[in-house]
């Protein structure tokens, strides 16, 4: 069966195959890249590739949604961050995935795919194990306790870690800042969102 890995951007896009062709070296599999950045002979190549069957991963941006590629026995869509495609490309995945297995990344999933693995219309894993060295990550979903969240920021500040408030709107940013200035005025902080010049 053919692998197809679909992530929203070519820098993620190449991550991606980058890590997929180091881990697959030395195995009989055919790992090939399909996105904006890659030649058009050797896009070719790959979309031929993926329709005979000799191509096992492709790995690429919403190039990989378009019609004119066929698979020839695709068996696994994995895909990585989800929400941040179009209407047109998730019509195409819902296409694709129709008979294939699939595995959907996130990072910072959208409360509507939280819901639906909180709730059991989707099965969650959690990657529970870092990576060799690095410091485990802590993940809590609660209600807002403000004490409990001066105490994590005052922890990681004082071991010199990092930490990342992420708001679904640029508009609640504001009252995010209100809340560290007044909660938690040891820290030190900056805003930043997509509109930004």
Do not use: C
């Not at 595995?103 to 939280?114: G, K």
């Not at 989707?122 to 802590?138: G, H, K």
């Amino acid at each position: 069966k053919q692998v197809a890995v679909i992530a929203p951007t070519t820098l993620l896009a190449r991550q991606h195959y980058k890590t997929f062709a180091e881990r697959f070296a030395g195995w009989p599999l055919k790992v090939r890249q399909l996105s904006r950045l890659v030649g058009a002979k050797e896009a070719a190549e790959t979309r031929d590739g993926i329709a005979d069957g000799s191509v096992d991963v492709v790995v690429g941006t919403h190039a990989v949604l378009t019609k004119t590629i066929e698979f020839k026995r695709l068996g696994l869509l994995v895909v990585d961050e989800e929400q941040r495609f179009g209407v047109k490309h998730k019509e195409r995945l819902k296409e694709l995935k129709a008979d294939v297995h699939v595995l959907t990344l996130s990072a910072t999933p959208i409360p509507r795919t939280l819901q639906m693995a909180l709730t059991g219309i989707r099965d969650l894993s959690i990657i529970a194990t870092p990576p060799v060295d690095r410091l485990s990550v802590r993940t809590y979903i609660t209600e807002e306790d403000t004490v409990t969240l001066r105490e994590a920021l005052l922890r990681e500040k004082y071991r010199g870690g990092q930490a990342f408030f992420v708001a679904p709107r640029i508009q609640d940013l504001d009252k995010l800042e209100r809340f560290l200035h007044d909660n938690v005025p040891e820290v030190s902080y900056i805003v930043a969102h997509g509109q930004m010049a």
